[in-house]
């Protein structure tokens, strides 16, 4: 299993940015995907972005093309989200989770974070 700790979250003015961070640690060696969702209250947990830590190819949501970057630093085991131009529709818990392959769903992945909170203000 796979042990995932978040942080970076906080309360952003809408248009501002904010930076979530991933450590990964534990069983690592089989997970190449590292990937975001986010849960609302009353939503469902939503695919934010994704990265291949062995390719650094990227993956994102429609919803936040353009706006938010996801990156990885190998050496520290740690993926990043970078996140610019917040809405206030971003708001939302987000967790870091890993999987050996890419997928959209959160069945998809089988190691997880605890979440941390994004609020941001209109």
């Known amino acids: 299993q796979v042990q995932l700790v978040e942080s970076g979250g906080g309360l952003v003015q809408a248009g501002g940015s904010l930076r979530l961070s991933c450590a990964a640690s534990?069983?690592?060696?089989?997970?190449?995907?590292m990937g975001w969702f986010r849960q609302a209250p009353g939503k469902e947990r939503e695919f934010v972005a994704a990265?291949?830590?062995?390719?650094?190819?990227?993956y994102y949501a429609d919803s936040v093309k353009g706006r938010f970057t996801i990156s990885r630093d190998n050496a520290k085991n740690t993926v990043y989200l970078q996140m610019d131009s917040l809405k206030p529709e971003d708001a939302a818990v987000y967790y870091c989770?890993?999987?050996?392959?890419?997928?959209?769903?959160?069945?998809?992945?089988?190691?997880w974070g605890q979440g941390t909170q994004v609020t941001v203000s209109s």
């Open positions: 989770a890993a999987a050996a392959l890419l997928g959209p769903r959160p069945t998809d992945y089988d190691g």
């Open positions: 990265i291949s830590r062995n390719s650094g190819r990227t």
């Open positions: 534990g069983r690592t060696f089989n997970t190449n995907i």
